[in-house]
């Protein structure tokens, strides 16, 4: 058991897990509703239900046995975790991690953007500047902080999202039905929904600092079967109301605008516009956060603190470069360009390796735990 595990509560053990994957997962085209797009709607309604349904279970499956594997080896940083992994070959994931980071927060940021042009009229600048500010507030501050944001974040993102569905049925419920009823092409399904765990469940080594609440291989196990619905759930409810606009929302930057714009709700268009940044915000400090743990590693190895200035200074430095990236290139060519690539990526280094070498480990030893990794 890590000393973070004692006195640890049911929602750190069980629930923590699964929010801070969502959280991961959520920023950029999933709250906006643009990956869900790209990926899963044109397979149609009924396709792409299925392709989300596959992806939630590959991310369960995924994420328990990442999680069991972290917590056996005391693994809690991505370091650590493919150090005993992989070995030698580490290096090959902190590479393609490393773009990866790039990719996302430059995706984040092109939201923000996108979402301050929108709704006042700002450069698009202004709004990814907006979000790396907030992300260096919460970011600079530690573990503590971030799992508070996580918590209650999760909490008011789940209401929203349960309350889009709620409306969209009502303003256009029979849109929706006739969506799902109309006859559509599925193919693709298996494609996009393989592509899009493939390169999100990397979220599951992103979240590892929160794993040190675990107890236990049994504590993993149940958290990472949990996991997968908790993230997949508000991307489901979203898609349902993107059937009844099936097929031309899909050519939509921001989807959610689309939506919002049909709801003649103005108050709710701006409490859902709001929450998107919050997903954003609660995506970036997992990013962030996993970046300065991997640096913090270091410095705790060698006698030295990590403190707020250095934390900031860090991210201060990891922003600014991709949001100008972001400034650049755009939402819609990041999320069909680079998520690509990287879903390959991942499926070589993480997600074959985790599976087959990572379950092997486990099942050889079941109830013995590895020394700790120092990072």
Same mark, same amino acid.
Request: hydrophobic share 60%; net charge neutral.
């Given at each position: /058991?890590?000393?973070?595990?004692?006195?640890? &509560?049911?929602?750190?053990?069980?629930?923590? !897990?699964?929010?801070?994957?969502?959280?991961?997962?959520?920023?950029?085209?999933?709250?906006?509703?643009?990956?869900?797009?790209?990926?899963?709607?044109? &397979?149609?309604?009924? #396709?792409?239900?299925?392709? @989300?349904?596959?992806? /939630?279970?590959?991310? &369960?499956?995924?994420?328990?046995?990442?999680?069991?594997?972290?917590?056996?080896?005391?693994?809690?940083?991505?370091?650590?975790?493919?150090?005993?992994?992989? $070995? !030698? =070959?580490?290096?090959?994931?902190?590479?393609?991690?490393?773009?990866?980071?790039?990719?996302?927060?430059?995706?984040?940021?092109? *939201?923000?953007?996108?979402?301050?042009?929108? /709704?006042?009229?700002?450069?698009?600048?202004?709004?990814?500047?907006?979000?790396?500010?907030?992300?260096?507030?919460?970011?600079?501050?530690?573990?503590? *902080?971030?799992?508070?944001?996580?918590?209650?974040?999760?909490?008011?993102?789940?209401?929203?999202?349960?309350?889009?569905?709620?409306?969209?049925?009502?303003?256009? $419920?029979?849109?929706?039905?006739? #969506?799902?009823?109309?006859?559509?092409?599925?193919?693709?399904?298996?494609? %996009? =929904? +393989?592509?899009?765990?493939?390169?999100?469940?990397? %979220?599951?080594?992103?979240?590892?600092?929160?794993?040190?609440?675990?107890?236990?291989?049994?504590?993993?196990?149940?958290?990472?079967?949990?996991?997968?619905?908790?993230? /997949?759930? !508000?991307?489901?409810?979203?898609?349902?109301?993107?059937?009844?606009?099936?097929?031309?929302?899909?050519?939509? *930057?921001?989807?959610?605008?689309?939506?919002?714009?049909?709801?003649?709700?103005?108050?709710?268009?701006?409490?859902?516009? =709001? @929450?998107?940044?919050?997903?954003?915000?609660?995506?970036?400090?997992?990013?962030?956060?996993?970046?300065?743990?991997?640096?913090?590693?270091?410095?705790?190895?060698?006698?030295?603190?990590?403190?707020?200035?250095?934390?900031?200074?860090? $991210?201060?430095?990891?922003?600014?470069?991709?949001?100008?990236?972001?400034?650049?290139? #755009?939402?819609?060519?990041?999320?069909?360009?680079?998520?690509?690539?990287?879903?390959? +990526?991942?499926?070589?280094?993480?997600?074959?390796?985790?599976?087959?070498?990572?379950?092997?480990?486990?099942?050889?030893?079941?109830?013995?735990?590895?020394?700790?990794?120092?990072?």
């Amino acid at each position: /058991m890590s000393a973070g595990a004692a006195g640890a &509560s049911w929602f750190q053990r069980f629930l923590l !897990p699964g929010f801070a994957l969502k959280a991961f997962i959520i920023g950029g085209g999933y709250a906006t509703g643009r990956e869900l797009a790209e990926y899963f709607l044109a &397979s149609g309604p009924l #396709g792409g239900l299925a392709g @989300m349904i596959l992806a /939630m279970c590959l991310w &369960s499956l995924i994420a328990a046995v990442t999680f069991a594997f972290a917590q056996m080896t005391h693994a809690y940083d991505y370091r650590a975790f493919f150090m005993r992994l992989l $070995g !030698p =070959g580490w290096r090959v994931f902190e590479l393609a991690y490393l773009i990866f980071i790039v990719l996302v927060l430059a995706v984040f940021g092109a *939201t923000a953007g996108a979402i301050g042009e929108a /709704m006042l009229g700002w450069p698009s600048f202004i709004g990814a500047a907006l979000l790396a500010i907030a992300i260096l507030l919460v970011t600079a501050f530690g573990e503590a *902080t971030v799992e508070r944001l996580f918590k209650f974040a999760s909490i008011a993102l789940y209401g929203v999202y349960a309350a889009f569905l709620i409306l969209g049925l009502s303003s256009f $419920g029979d849109r929706i039905l006739a #969506g799902f009823e109309t006859p559509a092409p599925a193919e693709g399904w298996l494609t %996009g =929904g +393989l592509t899009y765990a493939s390169y999100n469940i990397v %979220g599951a080594v992103v979240i590892l600092p929160v794993l040190r609440h675990l107890t236990g291989r049994r504590d993993a196990l149940i958290a990472g079967a949990l996991a997968g619905p908790l993230a /997949m759930l !508000p991307a489901i409810l979203f898609f349902i109301c993107m059937v009844g606009f099936y097929p031309e929302i899909g050519s939509e *930057t921001l989807p959610s605008d689309y939506l919002l714009s049909r709801l003649n709700a103005p108050a709710f268009h701006w409490l859902f516009q =709001g @929450m998107i940044f919050i997903a954003l915000l609660e995506s970036g400090v997992s990013a962030v956060h996993s970046i300065n743990e991997r640096v913090a590693g270091i410095f705790e190895s060698r006698g030295r603190g990590f403190g707020v200035g250095p934390r900031a200074l860090l $991210g201060g430095l990891l922003l600014l470069g991709c949001m100008f990236v972001a400034d650049r290139v #755009g939402l819609v060519a990041l999320i069909a360009g680079g998520y690509r690539l990287l879903a390959a +990526l991942f499926l070589i280094v993480f997600v074959l390796p985790v599976l087959t070498l990572g379950t092997a480990r486990l099942l050889r030893a079941p109830a013995s735990p590895s020394e700790k990794v120092v990072a």
